[in-house]
């Protein structure tokens, strides 16, 4: 039997001839005193589960703070890995434009030098092709005498020698 407040408070002893009932006060404290003792234990019990709770909450609110901190690391490293990942992408991009620069220029020299040899073979090509008509020319020339030479013979000549050697 559990009292309330209301009841301990309006509790009435029987009155004997020497005050109260000594019997009844005494069930009365045992059972104030049980109740009471039920209550501490049960307090006790609470504030164990309290401390107990204040401790999971306490471990629930670092772990949360760990969590916070290791996402706002993670957020930092990404950023990070982002911010690397895009300077070694500029830096490919500009090492892959100076190679083209260089391609480029290095094909442009080449070109240029593959007109110089042209230019120089053509040159070439015209001396060879006046070399070769100038000894045509002189061929030429020379059947043009040689064939005016079979026409008029200079037979004066060749027996004038005839005659110069023999005497």
Known sequence: MHLTPLEISQKLFAKRMMGYDIQEVTDFLYIISSQFEELMQERNKL??????????????????????????????????????????????????????????????????????EMTNLKKIKAQFEAQVKAVIQSHLELIQQSSQIVQNPPMQRFSNDLIENDI
């Open 47 to 116: 504030r164990e589960a309290l401390k107990e709770k204040e401790y999971q909450l306490f471990e629930y609110k670092e772990r949360d703070k760990i969590l916070k901190d290791t996402i706002a690391t993670a957020g930092q490293m990404a950023e990070k890995i982002r911010i690397d990942a895009e300077r070694e992408a500029k830096m490919i991009v500009n090492e892959a434009k100076t190679k083209a620069e260089f391609i480029t220029r290095d094909a442009r020299d080449s070109i240029g030098r593959t007109y110089e």
